[in-house]
């Protein structure tokens, strides 16, 4: 399995990026799809999951109304729309999955089974 995440970059304050994670070898229907952040320094955290057939989804609560997560399990591609982004929003962001077939999560990353290697997002002015 690989996951490959694309689309960081460098933006100012109350801008967008999407991100892209796109997997191989796996078939993304049994999975719920993670996304996580890690700044220098600090834990690496979830930002966003969504269920195996996008039923459900969750945020971290910073995040609320800014960001979007989606996916097309047929493409096997997950996406993470981040708008009117702040500086604490900075750091390397990861794809993961877990597989799951009901309510995603976030809080315990240790059961999630596959990661990408990540795309640097930096906001600043």
């Known amino acids: 399995v690989q996951l490959v995440e694309s689309g960081g970059g460098s933006v100012q304050p109350g801008e967008s990026l999407r991100l892209s994670c796109t997997a191989s070898?796996?078939?993304?229907?049994?999975?719920?799809i993670g996304w996580f952040r890690q700044a220098p320094g600090r834990e690496r955290e979830g930002v966003a999951c969504i269920s195996a057939h996008g039923e459900g989804a969750y945020y971290k609560d910073s995040v609320k109304g800014r960001f979007t997560i989606s996916r097309h399990n047929a493409n096997k591609t997950a996406f993470l729309q981040m708008d009117n982004m702040k500086p604490e929003d900075a750091g390397v962001y990861f794809c993961a999955l877990e597989m799951l077939v009901g309510v995603c999560q976030t809080d315990d990353l240790s059961r999630y089974d596959y990661w990408g290697q990540g795309t640097q997002v930096t906001v600043a002015s």
């Open positions: 070898l796996v078939t993304l229907d049994y999975y719920a």
